[in-house]
C-alpha cells in the first residue's frame, strides 16, 4: 500500500466532533480509501471507505478532497468507546492485504 | 452470517519451540485470508496472504510460514520460536479487497520467553 500521513495522536471531549486528517499524496485515481479504528487488545474494525463521494454510515463519515489527496473521518458526536487508534489506508488493487501505519491515537475526556 | 475464529488466545512459549495458531471461517466461500502480527506499540505488519487453497504469498522474510490445507482454514507456524516472534496476531478474511471490508479474528497473543 502506498503511504499515508496521519497524526499521532488527537484529543477531544465526549459529546463533541472529531475531524480526523489523513493525507495520501499518492493515491492513483481508482484506489479507494479505507479507514479502520483498533480498541485496546482486540483486531482492527472497518469503520467506512470511499472513492470520490463523501460516505456516511452508522459509524461515521467520510469527507474526500476534491483531489482525493486527502480525507476527514468525522465521528459526529464522540463517545468515550470510541478512543481507539484510527488507521487510514488506500489499498492496491488486487487480494494483497492492507497495509496498517500507525494510525492516529484519539483519546477522548469525559 | 460471516465469522471468523482464531486459536488459541494466548500461549506462552519458550525459545527454540515450534508454533501453531489456527484460523477458520465460516459462512463464506474462497475468501482471501490474511496473517498479520502487531508487536507492541507498533502497527500492523502484514506476514501472509492467501487467495486459495495451497497458495501463499509471503510479505516479509522470517521464520514463519503460513499453510491453507482447506478452503476456510489457515495456519500459521514455526518450527523454532525467536524472542522477536512475540506479539498479537490477527487473522483476517475479505471478498474484495479494494472495494470491501476486511474482517478480523479475536487475535492471538504470544509472548516468547
Known amino acids: 500500500d502506498a503511504k499515508t500521513t496521519q497524526p499521532n495522536s488527537m484529543e477531544s471531549n465526549e459529546e463533541e466532533p472529531v475531524h480526523l486528517p489523513c493525507n495520501h499524496s499518492?493515491?492513483?485515481?481508482?484506489?479507494?480509501i479505507h479507514w479502520y479504528r483498533q480498541l485496546p487488545s482486540q483486531g482492527p474494525e472497518y469503520v467506512i471507505h470511499g472513492l470520490t463521494s463523501n460516505v456516511n454510515n452508522r459509524m461515521a463519515s467520510l469527507a474526500i478532497a476534491e483531489d482525493r489527496k486527502s480525507s476527514t473521518l468525522i465521528l459526529h458526536r464522540a463517545t468515550l468507546r470510541d478512543a481507539a487508534v484510527y488507521y487510514c489506508?488506500?489499498?492496491?488493487?488486487?487480494?494483497?492485504?492492507?497495509?496498517f501505519g500507525k494510525g492516529t491515537h484519539l483519546i477522548i475526556q469525559p | 452470517s460471516q465469522t471468523i475464529h482464531q486459536w488459541p488466545a494466548t500461549l506462552v512459549q519458550p525459545v527454540g519451540s515450534p508454533l501453531s495458531l489456527e484460523c477458520t471461517v465460516e459462512?463464506?466461500?474462497?475468501?482471501?485470508l490474511y496473517w498479520y502480527r502487531q508487536a507492541a506499540g507498533r502497527g500492523l505488519q502484514l506476514l501472509f496472504y492467501?487467495?486459495?487453497?495451497?497458495?501463499i504469498s509471503s510479505e516479509v522474510p522470517q521464520n514463519l510460514s503460513a499453510s491453507r490445507p482447506q478452503d476456510r482454514q489457515f495456519i500459521l507456524s514455526s518450527k523454532k520460536l525467536l524472542l522477536s516472534d512475540s506479539g498479537f496476531y490477527l487473522c483476517a478474511w475479505s471478498v474484495r479487497l479494494n472495494t470491501g471490508e476486511l474482517f478480523f479474528g479475536e487475535g492471538s497473543r504470544l509472548t516468547v520467553l
Open positions: 492467501s487467495v486459495g487453497i495451497g497458495q
Open positions: 459462512g463464506t466461500s474462497n475468501p482471501n
Open positions: 499518492t493515491i492513483s485515481g481508482t484506489d479507494y
Open positions: 489506508i488506500h489499498p492496491r488493487g488486487g487480494a494483497d492485504g492492507l497495509t
